[in-house]
């Protein structure tokens, strides 16, 4: 049951992969648009947030089908891309970690904004008063308060990001070695004959990694609270 398969491993290590890069990239943005959607008020906002709250609701396939659309060979963007870059995301496992980091966005921003919606404003307002600049002001005082949050967010959003299946299949298909994720494995596994062990553990590892990433998220929520109360 625990003889995990080269075809297994390479799953497995592609879906680390896609979900690293998927988070990595994602963060910058979302923290960025945390700090928007909690310190500033301006029109659209609402209309921002549902939009950025969209993965949560639309069926998987559908926000597939609009990457597809959108960063296909022929879509607008993927067209640019391809033609002008080389670069290309269709059937690729940067598409897998584009798909990925879109579903995944939603659950990386919520926790950052409320993080630095926690904040008292009061702190900022001083450092703003004792002369520092608004970069500095975010960067030495917002950010390292809202730590835990972004911690909190980046793994909520990594886990999500490993287990990611309907949006991933529709936009970059299901090719081993490529695109296979974790989860589109244990799919193409359940339905072949006598694949009941591998995808039995495929589901072991997928638990394991997402039981993981949340007490990693735990563990370091609670470092940075201790180290910003100086314990």
Known sequence: ???????EWTAILLSLR???????????????????????????????DAVVHLPLVLPPVVTGYLLLLTFGRKGLVGGFLADHLGIVFAFRWTGAALACGVMSFPLLVRPM???????????????????????????????PLALPGVLAGM??????????????????????????????????????????????????????????????AEWFARRATQRLHGN
């Open 113 to 143: 904004r409320l993080s630095i919606e926690a904040i008292d404003r009061r702190l900022e307002q001083a450092a703003e008063t004792l002369g520092a600049a608004p970069w500095k002001v975010f960067f030495t005082v917002t950010l």
């Open 18 to 48: 896609v979900g690293v890069i998927a988070t990595l990239v994602a963060t910058p943005f979302g923290i960025a648009l945390a700090w928007l959607l909690a310190r500033r008020d301006f029109w659209g906002k609402s209309v921002l």
């Open 155 to 216: 793994v909520l959003g990594f886990a999500k990001a490993i287990g990611e299946f309907g949006a991933t299949i529709t936009f970059v298909s299901n090719i081993p070695g490529e695109t296979q994720t974790i989860s589109s494995a244990i799919y193409s596994l359940i339905q072949t004959p006598d694949g009941d062990a591998a995808a039995g553990r495929l589901v072991i590892v997928s638990i394991v990694l997402a039981i993981g990433a949340l007490i990693a």
């Open 1 to 7: 049951m625990l003889d995990i398969s080269p075809a």
